[in-house]
């Protein structure tokens, strides 16, 4: 069942999107670094759904979202302002798919099973699965949103208790992601950008690319492997900021894994395009010089690649 239809909340509530409003809010009002709630909302699923993705679902203005909001105005040939405008919005509303829908928790969702993966490297490794902590992550990755979010948007609903009817954003109204034969990465903007075989761009996604202890390779690199569900063999000798009595380990799949629930393997040894177990902080904090994307924006660049795709590291 998908949501009703409402007047928007008044701007004291917009901090909290209203999940009956939301569906119907006028396609007018400039989405910019002052918005906030059900207006960024809204703007931030049908991004995701055009490819265009901002990271995770928050119904906050960030830099993720401009820049998603930028690299969808200039492949659509608009001004490239970072701020959704009336023409912008005329595209992006095009696709009249429900911005929220409703999810019915299963016996399965609230099983789990479930348990927060602890700090050190060592201790992750006597784990037989990198698994969610609990059924609000389990959730929030499932529908590219917060944690925070799903509480917003449904007070008083319990989360664990299967039956109960949840609102979510409704980004798996979503077309399929086309096939790619290249991408390219951008150190200083923190994008991945999909190209057909034309060279035209036609998806972006928010990603954390490197640092200054682990700059991020430019050059022309090419897609040697994709593995789903990879084990992650941790050596500390790669990694400058490893402690001390830190030994090899091998840790486990699951989506809290250290490269998540996919790894894209680079020609470059030892870098790749992988998930992430922190579907917030990506763009927003320092990798050690791989790419690193949400868990579905990794899952959805995966799909779209095939070994020998050409990869482009740039400033």
Sequence with gaps: MLLGLAPAAPAKAAAAPDPVAINQLPATATVGPRTRGANVLRAQVLLDRAHFSSGEIDGSYSRNLRLAIGGYQKLHQLKVTGAIDAATWALL????????????????????PYAVAPASMADK?????????????????????????????????????????????????????????????????????????????????????????????????KVTAVVRNPVYRYDPKLF?????????????????????????????K?????????????????????????????????????RGASVLLQE
């Design 93 to 112: 509303a095009q696709d009249q798919a429900p911005v929220l829908g409703s999810y019915t928790i299963t016996a399965e969702d609230v099983a789990g």
């Design 270 to 306: 030892h870098y790749g395009i992988h998930g992430t177990p922190e579907p917030g902080n990506i763009g927003k904090t320092q990798s050690h010089g791989c790419i690193r994307l949400t868990n579905w924006d990794a899952l959805a660049v995966a799909g779209a690649l095939a």
């Design 240 to 268: 400058w900021d490893a402690r001390q009595n830190d030994a090899k380990a091998m840790i486990a799949a699951g989506p809290n894994n250290p490269v998540g629930v996919v790894w894209i393997e680079l020609s470059k």
């Design 125 to 221: 490794a006597k784990l037989p699965a990198l698994g969610y902590a609990n059924v609000l992550e389990a959730l929030g990755e499932r529908f590219h949103c917060s944690p925070a979010l799903l509480k917003r948007l449904n007070p008083g609903k319990r989360m664990n208790r299967a039956g109960e009817q949840v609102v979510v954003p409704n980004v798996l109204a979503g077309a399929p992601l086309p096939k790619a034969t290249a991408l390219m990465v951008g150190r200083a903007d923190g994008t991945l950008t999909l190209l057909d075989a034309s060279g035209t761009p036609f998806a972006q996604f928010p990603a954390s690319t490197g640092s200054a202890h682990d700059p991020l390779p430019y050059g022309q690199w």
